[in-house]
């Protein structure tokens, strides 16, 4: 077991990785209540076409169904995986994202037990016809429910903008045609194909003996047979620079519009400390220009066309990535003008200066040490980094390292109308 | 040991409230002005706190205020409104680093109460009137944020329910006030009307951290001073009769929010209180209870269907999403769940069950410092000092038979439903 001190957070993290591939981290936190734990596969929604396990031949899976798989993994043949944790006095979920599949637990007490419990619902999967069927209803309203939701809309709608081909266009849970066609062979293919310890990754965090906590997680996965792992192939089809549509307009039943603008990715291939670095610059980027003490930020609110709902955001994955800006507005296409002016200025005369750039890496630095206050954000982004090849701990560092030039880069490559989209949510009239 | 140590200091017209801890990275401090809910002035109680928070007389533009945050590490600084039973309540909240895990030895904390106080005691304020390009900024944004409620189908029906069951009293006031009221707010009314609350509403201060007590003490002492003032307690109000109603509302939505509201009859600090709590984790508050089981999993009809109380207006409300043409077979499974519970039809394992997720529940929400005040400030609301090693222990120590009763106490009020055009027969 390898110990790694972050000397200036006072936080130590154990990390070892087992036989069968598993990656495992422990990281204590004193004077905490609860423990919590992730359980997370590499596998997420843009992961629609591959190989399966012990075939040759790629597949294309309908969309929505690394979500399906997620529902049903909880269902057992004796009964629902959430009774049982809430017998150990914990509460369970999971959730699936672009490129994970995450099942997780806290607990303040029978911290053991519950972890056996997460580790073994996991790893042993029960499908059949019956229960199938059944999550469709359940899925089918969750379906319904994002539907009605005017910022999800937006949100899908701005990416779906920007990509032709990648399948981070596809809705996280598909659709209800899509998750018709679902079976419960294609889920036990999926299953093995993404499930291997070696594509996954168990994150403890809590206040829990490291060294029994360790040995109790080697002796369960020492007691199961894996196959031996072969690398996964999946297959993505090639993407062009330009946006796929430059304009959405999603009538909806509402009484204020919204609207965003999306920005496609470059340079999306890096892994590891490069694309740390450019996540981070390009987040100081988006806090200059935008964040509440920002010029632009001053301007859009004094003249009424955003309110405080107005925020950006940026996401980064190996394959894709995109900022997007924007929020509620009275006037959705001249928010958009705006917001497009804004980027173009900073790109031909930035007024980004020293000073405020320094401001803004204070601002992200206190930010961090704030996040690390919760246990979720740690497990939860400690593992997303992990499977890039980069290093939670290592943002203050990289922040601080962050000069001009980089920004100026960042922008440089980021900025470019044709990589630009524009999303709106209207009322119906 | 206790599960918190809170300390409170009654000072002159403030009770400050602290409580010492070393397992987060960052401190928090958290204002809260408390009044009664009042038609009068609840629309100025949602403009007040976001005109106080865009400026200051040091600070007289938004970007210089949020500039001077960004330098302190990023302390965050944000407003919050809340209903508590009768009570309208104002948050005013800071996060700031512990300059422990700093390379800057900056003392965070003192500079973050110092600019609270600016921020409270110093507006931007000429000839008695509020700077009147900030008010009208915040005038149109708060509109907007009512507008907005009706895009939020979830947010709506509740809200929808709340209004239609809660008619005649207080409650039925939305935390955002009235949009048809935000234009006739003049700067000197908002103006009179914060000289009103500053000096009359119950105002309480949190401080959560790695602190050193007495120097906080000493701090609070010397730059918050306040008039003292007298409590304001509000009558409970109640219909005498209660008659099943139901509400339905039809709009272009593809899924139905059905929202359902029942009085409890039980606040908090009554001796049944912790038997609700307990009958709400078997009934309707957790993924192991009866709505989850028996509207989700058995009948396939939600993806969410759950229950939640309202501690000091003495509400139960259950929420879930289904289909428009399902309301008759969900409404009824519901009902027949809380039957299920009025005549004891659960096990003692639900009991054992439920009891320690809510345990769980509770410690949990220790873990951040938001939690802490969340819980903590029911005793403010409800005028009491129960701790919450006795809050653990009550829990505990409820039998099947007090869940029983207090179920027996609960009396359906309301259903209101938005369902899909042309799906209501």
């Not at chain 1, 040490?369 to 997303?384: D, K, M």
């Not at chain 2, 039973?85 to 110092?114: C, Q, W």
């Amino acid at each position: 077991m390898e110990k790694i001190s972050f000397d200036q957070l006072q936080e130590e993290l154990y990390h070892e990785k087992l036989e069968n591939g598993l990656e495992v981290y422990i990281l204590p936190k004193k004077g905490f209540n609860k423990t919590y734990a992730t359980f997370t596969t590499k596998y997420g929604s843009i992961d629609n076409h591959f190989v399966p396990a012990g075939k040759k031949e790629l597949v294309k899976v309908p969309d929505g169904i690394a979500h399906f798989l997620e529902h049903k993994l909880f269902e057992k043949e004796d009964g629902d995986v959430f009774q049982q944790f809430s017998r150990q006095g914990a509460s369970a979920n999971a959730f699936t994202s672009f490129t994970r599949t995450a099942y997780l637990f806290s607990s303040t007490s029978d911290v053991e037990k519950n972890l056996e419990t997460l580790i073994d619902f996991v790893q042993y999967p029960y499908f059949s016809e019956k229960t199938v069927e059944k999550e469709k209803g359940i899925i089918g309203q969750e379906i319904d429910m994002y539907d009605d939701n005017p910022d999800w809309r937006l949100y899908f709608g701005a990416i779906q903008n920007l990509f032709e081909n990648h399948p981070v266009k596809i809705d996280i849970a598909g659709t209800k045609e899509s998750i018709a066609e679902i079976t419960k062979d294609m889920l036990y293919e999926c299953y093995h194909t993404f499930y291997h310890p070696s594509n996954m990754l168990l994150f403890i965090v809590g206040p829990v003996q490291v060294e029994e906590i360790m040995k109790q997680i080697k002796e369960n996965q020492a007691k199961k047979t894996f196959p031996t792992q072969v690398e996964i192939e999946r297959k993505f089809e090639s993407e062009k620079e330009d946006v796929s549509e430059k304009k959405l307009v999603l009538p909806m039943n509402v009484h204020s519009s919204k609207c965003l603008v999306s920005i496609k990715a470059t340079d999306t291939e890096k892994q590891g400390e490069e694309m740390l670095k450019q996540e981070l610059t390009t987040n100081v980027l988006l806090e200059l220009l935008f964040g509440r003490s920002s010029e632009n930020y001053d301007k859009l609110y004094s003249s009424g066309l955003i309110d405080e709902s107005f925020s950006f955001d940026y996401t980064q994955e190996k394959g894709f990535g995109f900022a997007m800006i924007g929020g509620d507005t009275n006037n959705p296409d001249q928010l958009a003008t705006e917001i497009k002016r804004m980027l173009e200025e900073e790109k031909s005369s930035s007024k980004i200066t020293v000073e405020s750039l320094e401001r803004t890496k204070k601002k992200k630095i206190g930010a961090f040490l704030r996040a690390v206050n919760s246990p979720e954000y740690i497990a939860n982004q400690f593992t997303r980094y992990a499977f890039n090849d980069m290093n939670l701990f290592d943002v203050v560092p990289v922040l601080e390292a962050i000069k001009i030039e980089d920004i100026h880069n960042v922008a440089d490559n980021l900025i470019s109308e044709n990589r630009m989209a524009i999303c709106q949510v209207v009322p119906k009239s | 040991m206790a599960v918190v140590s809170e300390t409170i200091k009654e000072m002159s017209g403030i009770k400050l409230h602290m409580v010492k801890t070393d397992k987060f990275k960052t401190n928090t401090i958290i204002f809260k002005m408390k009044a009664p809910l009042q038609k009068e002035n609840v629309t100025k109680r949602a403009l007040l706190p976001n005109v106080l928070q865009s400026n200051s007389k040091k600070f007289p533009t938004t970007g210089q205020l949020r500039g001077y945050l960004d330098e302190l590490y990023g302390a965050t600084f944000y407003i919050d409104l809340g209903k508590k039973g009768e009570y309208h309540t104002i948050s005013f909240a800071m996060e700031v680093a512990n300059e422990r895990f700093l390379s800057d030895p900056t003392p965070l904390l003192k500079t973050a109460i110092d600019f609270l106080v600016e921020v409270l005691t110093n507006p931007n304020v000429a000839d008695g009137e509020f700077h009147n390009e900030t008010l009208e900024k915040e005038k149109r944004s708060l509109k907007q944020r009512i507008q907005s409620i009706y895009d939020d189908k979830m947010k709506y029906s509740n809200n929808r329910l709340i209004e239609e069951m809660c008619k005649e009293e207080p409650y039925s006031l939305h935390v955002h006030g009235k949009e048809s009221e935000v234009d006739s707010i003049s700067g000197k009314d908002l103006y009179a009307y914060y000289k009103k609350a500053l000096a009359e509403d119950e105002l309480s201060l949190y401080i959560i951290g790695d602190i050193e007590e007495q120097e906080v003490e000493q701090m609070v002492n010397d730059k918050f001073t306040f008039s003292s003032r007298a409590s304001q307690a509000v009558e409970k109000k109640q219909p005498v009769q209660i008659e099943e109603k139901v509400i339905k509302e039809e709009q272009d939505v593809k899924q139905g929010k059905l929202n359902i509201g029942y009085r409890t009859n039980v606040a908090y600090g009554d001796p049944d209180y912790f038997a609700l709590q307990v009958f709400n984790g078997v009934y309707g508050g957790f993924s192991h209870s009866k709505l989850f089981i028996n509207v989700r999993e058995k009948a396939s009809l939600a993806y969410y269907a759950a229950s939640r109380v309202e501690s000091h207006k003495g509400l139960l409300m259950v929420m879930s999403g289904i289909d428009s043409s399902n309301f008759e077979k969900a409404v009824s499974i519901i009902k027949e769940q809380m039957q299920a519970m009025k005549n004891g039809d659960f096990s003692d394992d639900d009991l054992i069950q439920t009891k320690a997720v809510i345990r769980n529940q509770l410690l949990e929400t220790l873990d951040t410092a938001r939690g802490i005040v969340e819980i903590l400030y029911h005793n403010v609301v409800a005028g009491q000092q129960i701790q919450l090693d006795e809050w653990l222990q009550r829990i505990e120590t409820v039998t099947k038979e007090e869940v029983v009763k207090v179920a027996n106490k609960i009396q359906l009020d309301t259903i209101y439903f938005l369902t899909g055009k042309g799906a209501t027969k």
